[in-house]
């Protein structure tokens, strides 16, 4: 079987990323078809590093040359460029959020319902190690029934050190934003370890002016399970810090700093997983398991990946807790 062609739209942060895994992995699943930024910077420094990977002259052109296309664009542009991809009758693997207008996302999903689309969106816990071994212990009844579930997320400023080269839009309202960026992959995650989610109550806080939100919190349910949410920038030294707690009658279960599985001993302590690696070694290993299932739905082939219909209730989620408090 040939090795699926990836274009990439947007090189930024994350086009970067999962350009590096894909020209890492192995050249009989994914090789890289070419690269397009509308930002001249931004392909002066793809030349500059990678300069046998091919620079594309537009989005269409990554469309004409890739079976499978990777949306890493502001949020802004996703529906219109994955619309695009799967018009030309392409595979599409599109960052998250799938957009920022919920009303807009809804109609896109619900004109693809039954057409067999080959789309994803990139939720890499999708893919986790980490992951892999919450639902073990889950699986052997660590916890016994899950009773409910935290979420936690802080950062010492936003954006993060680096992440500055795309504030101009991610520490705006607009599309920015620690919610839209960070919790919306906690988000993901319980609804796939414990089922649907539904907004309670929420709430944002924010600066004056056109900048993100400073702090949320909400109370949602995971399927039948209350589930709490609370984020904030300032307060921690940490650039980056993160949980994910499940609680049940035999004790508790957490996903630490995104790759860091824990459980909690009698004695108090958490334990991590004895094969526990840090986020920075974690990620390249994580991002090469969602090629292989980027190759998989390209093929047409079942896949893991985040639906389209996973992605649109997450975001659902976030966008409401955003609005309550904006003026």
């Given amino acids: 079987m040939a090795a699926v062609a990836l274009g ?19 050249p009989a699943v994914i090789r890289v078809a ?5 930002a001249s910077s931004a392909l002066g420094r793809l030349q500059q590093s ?11 052109a ?16 996703h529906l219109a460029y994955a619309g695009q991809a799967l018009a030309a009758g392409r595979a599409v693997l599109c960052e998250k959020p799938l957009a920022v207008d919920v ?11 039954g057409q067999g689309a080959r789309a994803a969106v990139n939720f890499p816990f999708a893919s986790s190690f980490a992951v892999d071994q919450l639902e073990a212990w889950l699986r052997e009844g660590a916890i016994g029934t899950p009773a409910r579930a935290h979420i936690e997320v802080a950062f010492a ?27 919306s992959h906690f988000l993901f995650l319980v609804r796939r370890l414990l089922g649907p989610l539904a907004l309670r109550t929420g709430r944002a806080d924010y600066p004056d002016g056109d900048g993100s939100e400073t702090a949320v919190r909400a109370e949602l349910s995971a399927g039948a399970l209350p589930l709490s949410l609370a984020g904030r920038v300032g307060g921690t030294e940490l650039a980056d810090h993160n949980l994910c707690v499940l609680e049940g009658p035999g004790g508790a279960l957490r996903l630490r700093d995104w790759s860091h599985a824990e459980r909690l001993e009698a004695s108090g302590v958490w334990r991590p997983a004895p094969d526990a690696l840090p986020n920075e070694q974690a990620r390249p290993l994580i991002l090469r398991r969602q090629l292989d299932q980027v190759a998989r739905m390209t093929r047409g082939q079942p896949h893991d990946l985040a639906t389209l219909q996973e992605a649109l209730e997450v975001q659902t989620i976030v966008e409401a807790i955003l609005a309550d408090g904006r003026t």
């Fill in 8 to 26: 990439i739209i947007g090189y930024g942060i994350m086009g970067e990323r999962l350009l590096r895994a894909a020209l890492g992995h192995d």
């Fill in 34 to 38: 070419g690269v397009w930024d509308p």
């Fill in 50 to 60: 990678l300069p046998a990977v091919p620079r594309l002259a537009s989005a269409d």
């Fill in 62 to 77: 990554v469309i004409a040359a890739a079976e499978c296309v990777y949306i890493a664009a502001p949020p802004s542009s």
């Fill in 103 to 113: 009303a807009a996302a809804e109609r896109f999903v619900a004109g693809l319902a």
């Fill in 157 to 183: 400023r936003w954006p993060r050190p680096w992440q500055t080269a795309a504030a101009s839009w991610l520490a705006r309202r607009a599309e920015g934003g620690f919610t839209r960026e960070v919790v």
